[in-house]
């Protein structure tokens, strides 16, 4: 109820969207996204999952991140239920995604089940960007068909071009995952919280990577954000305990907070 108060708010005051916008704004985060599924393609073929896997991951699974992640682990030698549990953590997110643009769209029940299937990143971030309801619903559709269909057909095209080259570490394409995995995480690293999140969890990646089994780093690695938000609290509460008192006026009395010990004179000029 609060959110269709902002919304028709927002309408009343000419920020409505057109729909043509939203579209095109939709049909360009789709299409540049949903080629990268051809990375994906190939990066699964290389890891030694079958054409039906790898189209059978991006049908049902579809969401990059989890899947670069899983397919990833396997290359790298890893455990099957340790590659999917890190998988799994990574797809969690839109758990919370979910519960925030049920609000926004307050899609009918019989279609929020399918919705659901393309509540990712790039659908999220249409979607929270769009002034009124109407357009939120155009923006999640359009990004969410649009990137399904091009990642599904991309994914496709790239397991087979991995089949017919052969070994894709001898063209260098295996650093292919990886590459556009930064690539879609670089952008949303935006306060120097989530910079350092991403830091520490390369580091916790990269030196256990030697001396744990393939997969179980990435794991360790989600410790990154919890230790992060630890610290900074710490730093918060100390920056509030540090925070000096405000010096007593001229006649002895120390100053109401927020004042700074000025008199009525000089809060007159």
Not at 45 to 55: E, K, Y
Not at 64 to 72: D, H, K, P
Not at 251 to 259: E, L
């Amino acid at each position: 109820m609060t959110q269709h108060i902002a919304f028709t708010d927002q309408t009343a005051e000419g920020t409505e969207k057109p729909d043509a916008a939203v579209v095109r704004d939709a049909l360009g985060v789709g299409v540049a996204v949903g080629l990268s599924g051809f990375a994906f393609g190939v990066t699964s073929a290389g890891s030694g999952l079958g054409l039906l896997q790898t189209c059978a991951l991006s049908l049902l699974v579809f969401t990059g991140a989890s899947q670069f992640a899983l397919v990833g682990a396997l290359a790298a030698g890893g455990n099957p239920f340790t590659a999917a549990a890190g998988a799994f953590f990574l797809g969690v997110r839109n758990a919370f995604y979910g519960l925030r643009l049920s609000q926004l769209l307050a899609l009918p029940r019989a279609v929020r089940p399918f919705a659901a299937h393309w509540v990712i990143d790039e659908t999220t971030a249409v979607t929270l960007a769009q002034p009124t309801r109407r357009a939120a619903r155009i923006g999640f559709t359009v990004t969410g068909l649009s990137l399904y269909a091009l990642w599904n057909l991309t994914t496709l095209l790239g397991a087979l071009g991995a089949e017919a080259i052969g070994d894709t570490r001898a063209w260098g394409l295996d650093a292919a995952g990886p590459a556009v995995f930064l690539a879609l995480l670089a952008p949303m690293l935006k306060t120097a919280t989530e910079r350092a999140v991403a830091g520490l969890a390369v580091l916790l990646g990269l030196g256990l990577l030697p001396v744990l089994p393939a997969g179980v780093p990435v794991l360790v690695a989600a410790l990154a954000a919890p230790l992060a938000l630890v610290v900074e609290s710490r730093r918060g509460d100390r920056a509030d305990g540090d925070t000096p008192a405000d010096p007593p006026g001229p006649d002895g009395r120390r100053a109401p907070q927020g004042t700074g010990g000025t008199s009525g004179a000089e809060e007159g000029r």
